[in-house]
C-alpha cells in the first residue's frame, strides 16, 4: 500500500468512529487528540525507568497505531500529503548537512 492510500485509508478510520459517535472534528481537536495519544504512548515508552516494568510490546503496539491514527486525521484535515511533505523534509535535511540520504 503507497503511503497516500494508507494515509485516506487510516484517516477514514478515524472520521467513521467521529461519524458513529457524532464527532464535530475539528483541526483543534484533532491536535488535542494526537497530543493524547503521544502522551500514551509516552507513558509506554518510559515503563521501564518509571515503573520498573518490561516494555509491554501490545501496549506500544497499540499506542503507535492510535498516534499513528490521530496524526494521519489531522494531516487529512489539513490537506497535508505526509509522503510528500516528508520526502521534502529530507531533501531539505541532505542539502542543509551536505549528507547523502533517501528521497534526497
Known sequence: ME??????KSAEVVFK??????VNRTEQMALSQ???ELGELAKEVNRPALRNQQFNR???????????LQLVALAEKLNIDIEKAVKNKIKTLAERNKIDLPFA
Not at 3 to 8: A, E, M, R, T
Not at 17 to 22: C, G, R, T
Not at 58 to 68: K, Q, R, V, W, Y
Open 58 to 68: 501490545e501496549a506500544l503496539e497499540d499506542e503507535f497505531a492510535d498516534t499513528t
Open 17 to 22: 468512529l467521529d461519524k458513529k459517535f457524532s
Open 3 to 8: 503511503v497516500k492510500d494508507f494515509q485516506k
Open 34 to 36: 494526537l497530543l493524547e
